[in-house]
């Protein structure tokens, strides 16, 4: 926020002030808070908005992984919506949490979609 004033001396010293506090690099954004049983909207994108799923194939493998990811760790898949490019998950998290959840649903996809396709 940026204050004006008549008086350019006060007005350079609030500047300068200002200019001091402002961070020199931008932060990461904060880590998700994540408890066993916390309710969580996730959206999965394709690098650079390439395709995530391109047959059906890939959209049966994409929903098993899911599937099996989610016993494995205890996650219950509440809501899924799967495009081309990207995907929106509503889950409750687990005893594994969140992020051991993601990886081992993402991991084994993008391995097994990357043998197909590349």
């Known amino acids: 926020m940026y204050l004006i004033f008549e008086n350019s001396t006060l007005k ?23 408890a066993p049983g916390t309710l969580h909207h996730v959206m999965v ?16 493998l994409f929903v098993s992984r899911l599937s099996i990811a989610a016993a494995a760790t205890g996650t219950k898949i509440y809501a899924w919506a799967l495009m081309t490019n990207h995907a929106h998950l509503l889950l409750k998290s687990g005893e594994a949490g969140l992020s051991i ?3 081992k649903f993402l991991t084994s996809y993008a391995v097994l979609y990357n043998r197909r396709h590349f």
């Not at 500047?15 to 808070?33: D, N, S, Y």
């Not at 994108?45 to 049966?60: L, P």
């Open 12 to 34: 350079g010293e609030l500047l300068l002030q200002a200019q001091e506090k402002q961070p020199t690099h931008i932060m990461p954004r904060g880590a998700r808070l994540d």
């Open 45 to 60: 994108r394709g690098i650079e908005g390439n395709q995530i799923v391109t047959d059906d194939d890939d959209r049966h």
């Open 101 to 103: 959840f993601m990886r």
